[in-house]
């Protein structure tokens, strides 16, 4: 018998980048995953947090309400200091879409041609809400802001996220490379841990 406990997680989430994410970071884990679209219309919540933590918590308390399911949440986004910080917590709702948040981002950079004056990073915080407890991590990655779109992988402002030490937007990264480095990347392999300790702790009283 596996000294782990086999866990049961509710992916809160619709995007299908985020998801191929996830399942890479946790393959090998003892754990089942439940999606978003498998159990209905459920409402969803207000994002209403002043930062990405207290909206994956948020996210994660709401469906773990709804469900009963232990509930895997995140909230990620893009900072840029040049403009206050923005799109930060309205990063997935800077635009209607993908292209038009990109081109958001763009026109607002206009006037900061320099490299140094491009300076961005992608944060993700993520939540997993159980009945007794929260587990909470976060990952972090600094990079620049490119001129133009450059690549066709990845999701969201991956395009337009230059990362200097590979010399490539994250758009032009492969699976691979893009979980080696990324924001989700460092968050997931703190999970991983997080998840293991917890399994291997709650195991050891049944």
Known sequence: MSRFLQLRFL??????????EIHSALNGLDVEFRFLLDLGKLPRPIEDGSSFSQNARLKAQHYYRLTGIPTLADDS??????????????SARFAVDD??????????????????????YFICCICICFSSCLIEVSGRVDGQIYSEPRGQGGFGYDPIF????LGKTFAEMSL??????SHRAQALRKLREEIEAFTLRHSKKT
């Open 11 to 20: 992916l809160a989430t619709s995007n299908k980048g985020k998801l191929v």
């Open 77 to 90: 986004g893009l900072s840029i200091a040049a403009i206050d910080g923005a799109p930060g917590v309205h």
């Open 99 to 120: 292209q038009q948040r990109i081109q958001k981002v763009l026109n607002l950079m206009d006037s900061f041609p320099s490299p140094f004056d491009r300076s961005a």
């Open 162 to 165: 230059y990362y200097p030490p």
């Open 176 to 181: 691979k490379e893009k979980n080696q480095v």
